[in-house]
């Protein structure tokens, strides 16, 4: 019979790596509360209009990579391909705008897109997304950066690129557009198909297309940056200037637009080495008019998402060191036969002072459990044999330096609550 398999681009998360990944959101947890951020739980499953209307009919997203089918009423649903449209629907529908002008919201969880797999990209793929919402100043813009590259440092990782530009706003981005469409007219045959055929309707997308020859058609285009408005081109240089304040190391790049319809004025990127073309970990900016858009009140907003695939792979290849450190040390117990007993309460002392522990009863030999031990990365084995048994003492190994004590069962708690798991010997 042909065995069962996951469907492309849906891959399973398997355990040494949804343990990093847990490491992951708890550090992202731990440092966007600092900032004010508080977790919100979006559903996975919307209104395809939410979509529509929030990131534009004619982006990629929306033509061809929403997953998108009719319910048994013919209401027409779509797997979220991104979280800061439901999140903006949440804050609209539940008022949150009523009872807090200002709200910082952070989510994590699975969005999806048809698009094709390749490395730190998937169908369903997650992210760690944040919030502002009810925040105009530039100051925001920074400090919210600030937030981001301070958790990718406490993840040990370096010499990431943040990357920012502006898009300005209703008032100036038309003029911009107009200089755009005329020169792209211009170049029109030299362009690629898709930026050929969105020309007309979104022309800013030519700007990062990652083809060669509309990298190459479009090196002289003209930049936002020299048409923005006066209040854009002033809270651009406010940005530019309180990130400096914030020890954010940056670079301005007018030709990254990013795309999604609704962003305005600042827009950021953060790249990491070692991952090819697809080298984006870290992406949002500012987006004034998405809440009035979908029905609320006037709300300027900034928000970024980070893709957790992708931030992984840059772990697993950078930052091995950190990578360590991420997941906790276990503590593991050999056991058997009537020692079995002695070992059960044993083990519920010690996970009640909060030890990571891994137990083995099975009728292996204690080299095969040493092994497996060793494999699961313990720093200390509890031996629990039948000579234990007999004299109710426990044998620990430290599998660090390979040393070895005995200890009687009703001090093995109280040691490791006074050591932290770092028991270093009889004597200590």
């Known amino acids: 019979m042909k065995n069962i398999t996951a469907i492309r681009g849906f891959n399973d998360i398997l355990p040494r790596e949804s343990a990093r990944w847990n490491s992951i959101e708890n550090i992202a947890k731990k440092i966007f509360s600092l900032y004010g951020f508080s977790e919100i739980r979006l559903p996975i499953l919307e209104k395809t209009e939410l979509f529509k209307r929030s990131i534009g009919d004619t982006t990629d997203i929306v033509e061809k990579q929403m997953y998108t089918f009719e319910d048994n009423r013919g209401d027409s649903l779509t797997l979220r391909p991104e979280g800061t449209a439901p999140c903006v629907r949440a804050f609209i529908e539940n008022k949150l705008y009523a009872t807090e002008p200002s709200s910082r919201l952070f989510y994590t969880g699975p969005m999806f897109r048809y698009e094709r797999p390749q490395k730190g990209r998937f169908r369903q793929f997650y992210q760690i997304g944040a919030e502002v919402l009810g925040e105009s100043a530039p100051s925001v813009d920074a400090e919210t950066l600030k937030m981001l590259t301070e958790f990718f440092e406490a993840l040990g990782l370096k010499d990431l690129l943040v990357q920012i530009n502006s898009l300005g706003c209703k008032e100036c981005r038309p003029e911009f557009k107009k200089a755009l469409t005329d020169f792209l007219s211009k170049v029109r045959s030299e362009l690629c198909e898709n930026c050929e055929r969105r020309m007309d309707t979104n022309p800013l997308r030519a700007l990062d297309c990652k083809a060669e020859k509309c990298i190459s058609a479009t090196k002289d285009a003209p930049e936002i940056l020299d048409f923005l408005c006066t209040d854009c081109s002033n809270h651009f240089d406010e940005v530019n200037s309180l990130l400096k304040l914030h020890n954010v190391n940056f670079q301005k790049n007018p030709r990254m637009v990013r795309g999604l319809d609704y962003y305005t004025r600042t827009t950021f990127e953060v790249l990491a080495p070692g991952l090819g073309s697809q080298n984006t970990v870290a992406a949002g900016g ?34 091995t060191d950190k990578l360590n450190e991420l997941e906790p040390p276990c503590v593991f117990i050999a056991c058997g036969g009537e020692a079995t007993q002695d070992a059960v309460p044993i083990a519920s002392e010690l996970r009640s002072i909060g030890v990571r522990l891994i137990t083995d009863f099975s009728t292996s030999t204690l080299k095969t459990k040493m092994k497996r031990a060793n494999r699961l990365g313990a720093l200390k084995v509890l031996i629990l044999a039948e ?11 430290d599998m660090v330096n390979g040393e070895q004590f005995k200890v009687k069962y009703s001090e093995v708690v109280s040691r490791f609550k006074s050591q932290k798991t770092n028991i270093s010997g009889a004597n200590s």
């Open 387 to 397: 000579i234990e048994a007999k004299e109710k003492e426990v044998t620990i190994k």
């Open 286 to 319: 500012r987006y004034d008019t998405l809440v009035k858009d979908l029905g609320g009140p006037d709300t300027p907003c900034f928000g970024f998402a980070i893709g957790m695939e992708r931030l992984s792979l840059v772990i697993e290849e950078i930052a």
